[in-house]
């Protein structure tokens, strides 16, 4: 029997295990530095999910805007060598800030660095799949991001939607979250069209919806695609996804009361 839209949003509060990710424009303000208040208030709504009794796993964009921000550089560098020296100044900066925000809930976090050869090859793999069990069990917060210094193609493509996406079909996850600075996935450019259509439910992800989301978005890379795009690996392994606005109030705990906000991905299995 297929499960209706609103069975999946009301089952959500049985999840034990919630992949979370957040992109750069949500923890960063208009000239690229981290934002504090933006940080303590994603750490916030993961708490939670915490207070609940949930398993967190948060994938978190950042480490190159926030070396930007550190170097006050003023504007993106183009070249891979300069983007993958300022995600490796950056990326301290990141988790610096999120262990201070945490911290401030007694809570713990551990950095993990991954690459696509951390899911394909089987015994890093079991070591990936060991650590972040045994993070877990401490109540310490997993922080995956891409190991953007030796990654090349991440930089290129914006693999953190991606990242995540595996994570939640390789580790286990009920539920991948995707928060960004949208509400979801809109039948028009909702940047040019101010009566954009939010569209609430995607029954399945066909040839239609992908050539909808290059239609409204203007990003050659990230933005509305890659998200479309780990939606399907998820949802594909049965683990529903969720895209919405990071600055709603209250955001993970108002999908976990099975409230209808952002786009819902159905699971196929």
Not at 82 to 89: D, E, F, R, V
Not at 138 to 164: C, K, Q, T
Request: negative net charge; charged residues 30%.
């Amino acid at each position: 029997m297929v499960s209706k839209p609103e069975e999946i949003r009301n089952s959500l509060s049985k999840s034990s295990r919630i992949v979370v990710k957040i992109g750069t424009n949500s923890l960063t303000g208009e000239d690229s530095e981290l934002d504090d208040g933006k940080i303590d208030k994603i750490v916030s709504d993961l708490m939670d999910l915490v207070n609940l009794n949930k398993e967190v796993i948060l994938v978190s964009s950042g480490a190159i805007g926030a070396g930007i921000g550190k170097l006050s550089l003023h504007e993106l560098p183009e070249d891979i060598e300069s983007l993958q020296a300022a995600s490796t100044i950056g990326q301290g900066e990141l988790m610096r800030k999120y262990s201070e925000s945490f911290e401030q809930h007694g809570r713990h976090v551990a950095q993990l660095l991954l690459t696509s050869e951390d899911f394909t090859n089987p015994t890093r793999f079991e070591n990936l799949k060991n650590t972040v069990k045994e993070l877990l069990n401490w109540g310490v917060i997993p922080i995956i991001n891409e190991n953007d210094a030796v990654a090349v193609e991440e930089i290129r493509m914006g693999d953190n939607d991606l990242l995540s996406a595996f994570t939640a079909a390789e580790i286990g996850a009920d539920l991948l979250i995707i928060l960004t600075d949208v509400d979801g996935l809109y039948a028009q450019h909702p940047k040019k069209e101010k009566s954009a259509e939010l569209i609430r439910t995607v029954e399945k992800i066909n040839s239609e919806i992908q050539e909808l989301t290059k239609e409204t978005t203007e990003e050659e890379f990230g933005g509305i695609v890659t998200k479309v795009q780990a939606a399907k690996i998820a949802t594909e392994e049965g683990v529903p996804v969720i895209v919405t606005n990071s600055s709603r109030e209250k955001v993970l705990r108002e999908i976990i009361d099975g409230k209808e906000i952002g786009t819902l991905f159905m699971p196929q299995r």
